[in-house]
């Protein structure tokens, strides 16, 4: 359903920065020279707020008609980023309403699902890292898993040669979806009713809210494929074509969100719901039962901690790959003075790129999902391993893939969503979850109004073959009925002296591990500013292609050399959209300092208070 309204003048999606009340208004940019500048700033600025008596927060308004994006912001009760406008300002509205860090994430998510479509979901899976001030660090795996009825060749045709279209298209393509099990797995962690955390997306699903310019465009380029994969009507089809200032409504999603609100994780994977989703299945050549759904359970995990100069990381577990590949490229680079090399210099990046060249090759070779698979996870994140990892790194010289190891690679589509949370109890949580593709399968569940995951295709659909992208994936990661397909999504806590101090994440695929792996080497060891490191320019090796990533700003000087040393390099047009949370202490050492940073690259927000 389409209604038009007019074009909001409020509506403005440039980068802003604001504190609470201007408190902060001048509150500097930190010079990349200093190690940890933001720390004094912040506990400066603390100061000041608190010596003015400028702290009352105002209460946040949710306008789904009229919003912007804010692209930095500091407070001191709390803080969410995420990539809308809309879902971060929800989210801070349930921190505003007594909820803490968990109960600010579930309701995120929920909004996400409804203002950001290509990515928020209830139809797909994700993972929840969090560290919660009484009970320490836990992780949350929801990822989709295969349905009974998956075979490892589902997606080969008659010779035996792959057919990617079945297995990122349409129904066939769909996981068992795991975000509402999560949103549920979650909520024990939570302090206020699940009611109360739904509501706003159930609102913003009935009444609509007024689409982004990013977001019109992008479902205006998914209109071909919405009708194709689709046999009933959807809210994302427009055939007047999407602009900014239009207002979606979902009128369906609001009915399913209201049986999820009324019948708790029921109301998905059984009764109305579950059959709707079977229903479609049987429209399509899809195969997800009513007891796939109704077996569907998401699993706590112990998550991947490790230590990194006096910092501890907190990271997800498999069948996440991230959480190993940051620390096998962290710990490869620990003992080498990257903060003498420079930021985004040559040195540094050519040291980064094969640490990322390395942890990509074992990532092809070892990594699947470990209820099924044995991964060598403590020898991939050995020391003496690491160590010989990089025996054969030449500083100013290329190395190779071919000689690396041989091995497989899983490619992976970009289109993910992170939210990253923090409170004023000093409880954290990151959350990334994904349909995969962008809006995944393209079908939307007829009736219940929210598109399925092609989640698929992070399996290898072919063990030991070149697959569409001209890679090759490994049986570890090959498809069993139930198991869960690899994935890179890497949402990460960091603990400075025991105390909160960074919650991040971003989307990306495969270069979610790498991101999230700059962004903190660009904090930690060139002392950048949570603005800085998430807007500089990303680069990203996989191992396979042999082939170097670099963003479409990455400096050209910097390119040429990288070149001489025997590179090739590859220009994207970005990489990553990564949320970031910095935590400081006030002086009185009693509460904490919030400065949440939303990603220039898209319609990314950050809220605090
Ligand atoms: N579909 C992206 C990932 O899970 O890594």
């Not at 500091?74 to 801070?92: D, E, I, M, Q």
Request: glycine share 10%.
């Amino acid at each position: 359903m389409v209604k038009q309204y007019k074009q909001p003048a409020g509506i403005n999606h440039g980068a802003e920065e604001r504190s609470h009340q201007n408190c902060f208004s001048t509150f500097p940019l930190q010079s990349k020279s200093m190690k940890y500048p933001s720390v004094f700033l912040f506990v400066l600025a603390a100061t000041l707020v608190l010596e003015t008596g400028c702290n009352e927060p105002a209460k946040i308004v949710l306008n789904p008609y009229e919003y912007t994006a804010q692209k930095r912001v500091t407070g001191f009760r709390g803080a969410v980023v995420s990539a809308h406008p809309l879902a971060s300002k929800v989210g801070l509205m349930i921190l505003q309403q007594g909820g803490n860090a968990i109960d600010a994430a579930i309701a995120t998510q929920l909004a996400l699902a409804v203002v950001y479509p290509g990515a928020g979901n209830i139809g797909g899976g994700g993972f929840m890292v969090a560290h919660l001030r009484d009970t320490g660090a836990l992780a949350i795996d929801f990822r989709e898993k295969a349905a009974a009825a998956a075979t490892r060749d589902m997606y080969l045709d008659e010779q035996g040669d792959p057919v990617p279209r079945l297995s990122r298209m349409g129904h066939l393509s769909a996981g068992v979806p795991g975000t509402v099990a999560g949103l549920f797995a979650s909520l024990k962690y939570a302090k206020l009713p699940f009611a109360q955390l739904i509501q706003p997306a159930i609102d913003l699903a009935e009444k609509g809210f007024v689409l982004t310019a990013a977001e019109a465009g992008s479902l205006n380029h998914t209109q071909e494929a919405f009708n194709q994969y689709n046999t009933s009507p959807t809210a994302f089809v427009n055939r007047a074509g999407w602009k900014a200032g239009d207002t979606l409504v979902q009128m369906e999603l609001s009915e399913t969100l209201k049986r999820i609100r009324d019948k708790g994780k029921e109301g998905f994977y059984e009764g109305e719901t579950a059959r709707q989703i079977v229903a479609e299945m049987n429209k399509g050549n899809g195969i997800i039962s009513l007891n796939d759904l109704k077996n569907y359970e998401a699993v706590e995990r112990k998550p991947k901690e490790f230590d990194y100069k006096g910092f501890r990381i907190i990271s997800m577990p498999l069948p996440s790959s991230g959480g190993i590949i940051l620390e096998q490229c962290l710990k490869m680079i620990e003992n080498r003075d990257i903060e003498k090399m420079g930021f985004l210099s040559p040195r540094s990046v050519q040291l980064m790129t094969e640490v990322e060249r390395r942890a990509f090759a074992d990532r092809a070779v070892y990594m699947g999902d470990e209820d099924f698979v044995k991964v060598p996870v403590k020898t991939l994140t050995g020391e003496a391993y690491l160590k010989e990892r990089m025996a054969d790194f030449i500083p100013g010289k290329a190395g190779s893939s071919a000689s690396v190891g041989a091995g497989n690679i899983i490619p992976e589509s970009e289109e993910t969503t992170h939210l990253s949370v923090a409170d004023q109890w000093g409880n954290m949580a990151a959350v990334t979850t994904t349909l995969n593709d962008s809006y995944g399968s393209k079908t939307v569940v007829s009736g219940a109004g929210f598109l399925l995951n092609n989640e698929m295709d992070d399996f290898s659909i072919k063990p030991g073959v070149p697959n569409m992208y001209g890679a090759v994936g490994n049986q570890a990661n090959a498809i069993e009925p139930g198991k869960r397909m690899l994935s890179s999504m890497t949402p990460t806590l960091v603990l400075h002296n025991s105390e909160p101090y960074l919650v991040l994440g971003t989307p990306g695929g495969t270069t979610i591990p790498t991101s999230v792996f700059q962004t903190l080497v660009d904090m930690i060891d060139f002392g950048l500013s949570p603005a800085d490191a998430v807007n500089a320019p990303k680069f990203h090796h996989q191992w396979l292609p042999d082939e170097l990533y670099i963003e479409k700003d990455f400096p050209p000087g910097i390119a040429d050399s990288l070149k001489a040393m025997g590179y090739t390099l590859t220009q994207r047009n970005s990489i990553g959209r990564t949320e970031v949370i910095k935590i400081g202490k006030t002086k009185s050492g009693k509460g904490y300092i919030f400065e949440a940073v939303a990603d220039k690259r898209g319609d990314d927000s950050a809220e605090a208070y």
